[in-house]
């Protein structure tokens, strides 16, 4: 069970409202996307970028993250065209766009919410999609290229982070490479009930001898790439 939910039961009295107020800051990842992925309008980046902001100022801090995105990707060699990729955390499939738009044909994104894999599934028609905790659980093939931007930190919990990046490392192929965007704190540090702040040494005891490059400015976080060398 959840650690704040079992201190919750703990309590000797529980008065309802008292209940209420505390349920709403547990984190239940599944619950708590699939309830953002249904409650706005499809299109929107909203759901996935900054909640306080307009529509248009999301999108144009998005313009600005895809340009940082491509401009990585080029720098570390990615081709897109002739990689396997997987996508983890696709959410509205901004990326998603993104990678398609490079020439990639083998492209797999997997997200825990069902209800914005539903919606992908009927948009972008020629990829896969899968439901999957990337905690919880991997896919049997593996992949030249897996990019997760902006996901990480919504692992709450070192044990689900240290299994959430033991299963990448099982997807991804030997000479592949791992594009990733994380805050880099000094320490752990949950932000909120619903995100944590990690510093770059948790990904470095996840990949032990892989090569890292230097993490880049992007957005308010970095983004990095993690290559598993032959
Ligand atoms: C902040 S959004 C980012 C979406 C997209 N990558 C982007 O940058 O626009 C985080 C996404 O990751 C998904 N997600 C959160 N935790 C996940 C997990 N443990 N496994 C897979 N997907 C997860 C959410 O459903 C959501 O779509």
């Excluded at 439901?131 to 992949?143: H, I, N, S, V």
Aim: charged share 30%; glycine share 6%.
């Amino acid at each position: 069970m959840n650690a704040k939910l079992k201190e919750i039961f703990k309590l000797p009295f529980k008065p309802y409202w008292a209940l209420r107020k505390k349920l709403r800051t547990v984190y239940l990842p599944k619950k708590y996307w699939n309830d953002l992925h249904s409650s706005k309008d499809i299109d929107s980046l909203r759901r996935v970028g900054y909640k306080n902001r307009s529509e248009e100022e999301n999108r144009a801090m998005y313009e600005k993250a895809r340009q940082t995105f491509l401009g990585f990707c080029k720098e570390c060699g990615v081709d897109f065209s002739a990689s396997k990729v997987l996508e983890i955390g696709c959410g509205t499939g901004f990326y998603t766009d993104i990678i398609r738009s490079q020439g990639c044909r083998q492209y797999t994104g997997i997200d825990i919410s069902r209800v914005t894999i539903k919606q992908l599934r009927k948009k972008y028609r020629g990829c896969k999609f899968k439901t999957l905790d990337a905690a919880q659980g991997k896919l049997r093939e593996k992949f030249d290229v897996i990019v997760m931007i902006d996901v990480t930190q919504h692992i709450v919990g070192e044990k689900k982070f240290a299994s959430a990046m033991k299963n990448i490392d099982q997807m991804l192929t030997t000479g592949g490479v791992f594009i990733v965007t994380s805050w880099l704190s000094e320490q752990i540090i949950q932000n909120r009930y619903y995100e944590v702040k990690r510093p770059l040494s948790c990904y470095k005891q996840a990949f032990p001898k892989y090569n890292f490059s230097k993490p880049e400015p992007f957005r308010d976080k970095y983004i990095f790439s993690i290559f598993k060398q032959s």
